[in-house]
């Protein structure tokens, strides 16, 4: 069954320059690299939301939503 | 706050190369500041020239780009008549270490409150790939095309001698070690050193078969331990916190003498 409220992964393709680290290290391989060289998301719904690709992309273009329930989760 | 808060989205995307290091420093230079709450009024960055040195430019502080090699000189002035603001230099290891290298261990002998972040690709990247103090013997640049036969610095130990009172390392693949060495870095109440080990893949991985930024990036991840797990695997580079101590530091002590010599200037002659 997939979540009611999936974690959002914004890709910004204006500022990625396709270096493919986000998807190389993604643990859940949640991305790949399209055609045009840029990241793209393929499995959302596998997404833990570890924010290892937001923060390793060194073009600031990812940015990992997540879902409202896994953010009260965490803070409870 | 978030991210975007911290930077001159006008300047995006940035000039760096694709899968460069420094950005990696940039992205978590900032979660660092946010993880701390402070206000970019409260933060002066100074940097030199390079490519690391742009970093200043993409960052919405108050920011000086000033001259290659000389970032610290500056810092010291800001921070000397401005002691209450947080001053950051980042610079590229040709900046800190080749003809900044003078300004590095004064700054670090007299312990002045700046955290200086070295950006280590081991090359200068934005001259186009000649050899730095830190690339090391056998490496190949654009000026050794047989491979260099210098020895290279160890930017912690040199810190440390030279009486930094902070010293870290880390790697652009252990990102959340980016960002507490560097907000440790900022809290701390006198001169701060963070290496973090960089990936050029344009000039540094291309001239020594390196691979892209991804096979980069292995490699710090499995040519670096952790510091307390070092003894087990000495072959690998140690990442960590060397040194936290307490030193007097250069803006108190100044500010110190002044008060005396206002108050009894006679007894300081
Ligand atoms: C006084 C002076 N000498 C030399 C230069 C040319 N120069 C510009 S950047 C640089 C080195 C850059 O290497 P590094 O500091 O390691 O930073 P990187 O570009 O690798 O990030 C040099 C030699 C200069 N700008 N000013
Ligand atoms: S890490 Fe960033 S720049 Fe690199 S491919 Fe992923 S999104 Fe693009
Ligand atoms: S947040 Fe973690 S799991 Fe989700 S896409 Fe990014 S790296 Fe993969
Ligand atoms: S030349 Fe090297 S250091 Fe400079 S932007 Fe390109 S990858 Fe980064």
Same mark, same amino acid.
């Given at each position: 069954? =997939?979540? =009611? ?11 990625? =320059? ?9 643990? =859940? ?24 690709? &937001? ?15 896994? &953010? &009260?989760? &965490?803070?409870? | ?27 978590? @230079? ?5 993880? @701390? ?29 000033? @001259? ?15 002691? /209450? ?72 130990? @040199? ?55 991804? /096979? ?5 991840? /499995? ?25 007097? /530091? ?20």
């Amino acid at each position: 069954m =997939k979540p =009611k409220h999936p974690t959002v992964i914004c890709i910004n393709t204006d500022w990625c =320059k396709g270096c493919g680290i986000c998807a190389a290290f993604c643990p =859940k391989q949640v991305l790949v690299m399209n055609q045009r060289d840029k990241a793209e998301v393929v499995a959302a719904e596998n997404c833990i939301a570890c924010k290892q690709c &937001e923060q390793r992309c060194p073009d600031l273009a990812i940015q990992v939503i997540k879902s409202p329930a896994k &953010e &009260e989760k &965490e803070a409870s | 706050m978030s991210v975007q808060d911290y930077i001159r989205e006008r300047f995006f995307p940035h000039i760096w190369c694709p899968g460069c290091g420094h950005g990696t420093v940039l992205n978590n @230079l900032v979660r660092a500041v946010e993880t @701390l709450g402070l206000d970019k009024n409260e933060i002066v960055m100074v940097s030199g020239i390079g490519c690391s040195s742009r970093i200043a430019g993409y960052l919405d502080f108050h920011t000086l780009h000033t @001259l290659h090699g000389r970032a610290l000189a500056f810092a010291t002035g800001v921070k000397l008549s401005r002691p /209450e603001l947080n001053v950051i230099v980042p610079m590229g290891d040709g900046d800190a270490l080749a003809i900044g290298g003078n300004h590095f261990i004064h700054a670090a002998r007299r312990n002045i409150n700046i955290t200086a972040i070295v950006m280590n690709n081991r090359i200068y990247g934005m001259t186009g790939g000649q050899f730095s103090p830190l690339s090391g013997e056998a490496t190949t640049a654009t000026t050794a095309p047989f491979g260099t036969i210098d020895p290279d610095f160890d930017t912690v130990a @040199l810190a440390t001698a030279a009486g930094a009172s902070y010293v870290a390392r880390t790697t652009t693949y252990h990102v959340q070690e980016i960002r507490k060495r560097i907000a440790e870095a900022i809290v701390h109440p006198g001169f701060a050193v963070v290496e973090v080990m960089s990936q050029c893949p344009t000039y540094f991985g291309r001239k020594n078969k390196q691979g892209d930024a991804v /096979e980069m990036l292995r490699r710090y991840k /499995e040519g670096t331990v952790p510091l307390d797990k070092q003894p087990a695997d000495p072959e690998k580079i140690p990442r960590g916190v060397f040194v936290q101590r307490e030193r007097p /530091e250069y803006c108190k002590r100044y500010e110190h003498l002044v008060q005396a010599a206002m108050t009894d200037g006679a007894a300081l002659t």
